[in-house]
């Protein structure tokens, strides 16, 4: 605070000043048990123990002594307090953020902690907005990284009975580490009951929610190219792919035709030049998928030319012959030219063909749309079973589904009696190809390029399309099996309608979820891994159908799965559920359901109104009437293609809607500089250090002062910042509670009307803000908040309204009108702040609670709601920020001549305003108060045509008491050194007279 007043100290401290004045003592000095330094490492784990019924450890600090606990008693009340906040809010409308489960493997990071506390921060804002606002914490705990984990522990050689019981055991002892340092940080939610996709009710909710997808008749089996990661040794789906740079050969093929007078004439020629072959020539770089080549694709609207060269005539598109010459060193002219629809039919010859016995085989030309001549040569050449498209185009054209050539394992090796290249992995087979191919006289060009390529986001290795007999979720028309209740749309009908009435914030998300959905293929739901919930169905061994009696089986296995977990099923026998005589006809999958749908069913066997594994956990249960339904889902952006896709997939197929209402998306924590965090850069930040060092209120106040939207930059220096701000809104706070530590709201409080136009106008300025602060946190933004909350302390109260408040809080009687007036604006802003902090410095707002609200049957600040206060005098405001200009003014020249060492502090100077009619008006509204607003001894306005500010030092007596300089200090006998406002405050205060008359401030 500024230097005009005696500094802050405890009554029970006061004493002569340094001077030897014996008026300290009769000064209001602030006093609270709410100390200045945080101390928030050692303090705040006795709050998290509170709030979650457990008593402080050793060295922790608890409530301030003689201050009772937040939740009434030291130690907490029995239930926790999330559980009493679902009980207080029985009755009221209900907020559900679900929780996107983070995976139940490894210690916490940074990223971690951001989306974590960004999910408290709403949960509680819209608690202390009246709602009943729940947050179930969640896990994933299937897949493949714990089966990795467990791998790399135990080898790769487990039995599926002996690799299920190590990750149950895994993934518990990840749980109980992540879970102790969520409550860390201060995010309140049912933590001693939250979901994990392991709990056997959680099972077998998903295999009922598979079962309902089945009956919606979007389910069904097909020999399709899926991504297939080879360390995962699985397919893999869209959500579960990432980008990344990767080297590969080019290559320029050519296919003999086998057919040359049939070739002549789909160019119009009678015949080919003597003694010349012709070929195709296709362009691709995946070099390992041409010996398993068994089409070409040509698109009938392009023009192609037949190009004689010395090599043989070449069929190459018409507008890249130029550059196909110049890439394999030939010259040559065109000798005719057709449309693409001419070239179908034809069939040419593996490259192959003469270098070894299993590639005598013929390549037919088929026609197809996505063929283009952006690049390469204008002709694709077809191994369908390592590409969609080449699948459909080859499917579409008669290739039976045991026609197709898979010859590459799930290891990544070709098969081991493959011809030329068998037991080799592709990777390791290129230049085995690119030589077999020159050696052949069939490799025209090859260069080395860098490209972008689909990964997998666990191994960040390459992957490839491969085609296996697999479980999808159809997207468009087509038959399911068992269809019961089909729906009236295509799945992505529904999801693309759901995505057009759900919010999302940032609004741009929207566009970037509709282009996903819009453009995916079907979804391959089935895994060949034993970690994870069972696709529980039996096909038969002769034609692969599915039992008859598939529907109840399904939901015998969601039964036995609850009573058992997974495990139980894995070891129910074909007999045990078909009996001998089907069994023998029968074999069981062994395939999971993908971890995606795990996550992506939680909303319906978490939050189902019915069923749900916490639908009876609250007196308002978990979801909307409507059915299961969040208002929120809230993850990173990376979750587009993620948790948000698969939930919304599985919300259309199974209610028909999106299982949430909004979506909000969050950047990713990156260094200072916004470069990504890796170890390798040693640009990590821990959030167990930062809360062990600075405090967990730091991260929440990082992550509160930052823009979501975009990436969240943090390193040292930026956290140091953050302290400074956390100090400055400390300060501020302690200084509003210091200053009402002896206000009683029931009996010293004082009507709005009755109050000092200052603190009406400091109410009206904070009704402003928090009508601003609501509607941020109503829209889930916080940085603006922290910011304005900043800029308030800092520079509305700090450098303001408290500034010209000191000298009525701390020389005017404790009872006085003018200080009780204070009192009730301050009174009401600390409430008001303290709502404000909450959310986001939940520890600071309830440590201070438990002092300020003094009565401590109250409980926990997130019992209360968001404080009212009187509404916003515009026309208050309007006069008040003029009145802070024109101050302004005044103290930029007072600055100039303190420059000079003409005055020192400010009540060292007198000032004469000139000022204009409508100012000088203003200004005189004031009276003598206008002194304490400038903070000067005195003060003149004069008329003028403009603003202006003559300052001059004082030639008065300094008041003992108060500091003003005053021309009627001495005058009073008794008090020789005081000025006559302070002789009449003491009076007022010993009863014996009247004290001072404030009006304005």
Known sequence: MPDTQPPAAPKNEAKPDASGGAYRATLNMPDTPFPMRGDLPRREPAWVGEWNDAAPSPGQARPPEGVQSSLGRPGGRSGGLYKRLRDARQGAPLFVLHDGPPYANGKLHIGHALNKVLKDMIVKSKQLAGFDAQYIPGWDCHGLPIENAIEKLHGRNLGRDDMQAKSRAYATEQIDQQREDFKRL???????????????????GQIRAFKRVIERGFVYRGLKPVYWCFDCGSSLAEFEIEYADKQSDTLDVAFESNDAMGLARAFGLATLPAGKKAFAVIWTTTAWTIPANQALNAHPELTYALVDTPMGCLVLAETLVDQCLERFGLQGNVLATTKGDQLGGLNFRHPLYDVDAGYQRLSPVYIADYVSDSDGTGIVHSAPAYGVDDFNSCVANGLAYDQILNPVQGNGAYASDFPLFGGLHIWKAVPVILEALKNAGRLLATARISHSYPHCWRHKTPVIYRAAAQWFVRMDEGEGVFTKDKAPKTLRQLALDAIAHTRFYPENGQARLRDMIANRPDWCISRQRSWGVPVP??????????????????????????????????RVSAEDILGAADAAKYTKSTDILEVWFDSGSTFWHVLGSQTGSHAKAYPNGVSHAQGPEADLYLEGHDQHRGWFHSSLLLGCAIEGRAPYKGLLTHGFATDGQGRKMSK?????VEPQSVTSKLGAEIVRLWVGSTDYSGDLNIDDKILARVVDAYRRIRNTLRFLMANTVDFDPALDAVPLEQMLEIDRYALARASELQADILAHFNVYEFHPVVSKLQVYCSEDLGAFYLDVLKDRLYTTAPKSLARRSAQTALHQITHAMLRWMAPILSFTAEEAWAVFAKDASKGSIFFETFSPLPSANEALLAKWARLRAIRDTANKAIEDLRAEGQVGASLQATLTITAGADDAALLRSLGTDLKFVTITSAVRVVDGAELAVTVTPSTATKCERCWHYADDVGVHAEHPTLCGRCVSNLAEAAGTGAGETRKVA
């Open 186 to 204: 201060g995010v309140l939610g049912d933590w001693e009951r939250p979901y994990r996709t392991m709990d056997p009710a959680n099972e077998a």
């Open 537 to 570: 169905f039996f096909l038969h061994k002769d034609s692969g159908e599915l039992h008859p009696n598939t529907m109840a089986i399904l939901d015998q296995a969601a039964d036995i799965v609850e009573k058992g977990g997974i495990e139980a099923w894995s």
């Open 680 to 684: 390798s850069l040693g640009n990590t």
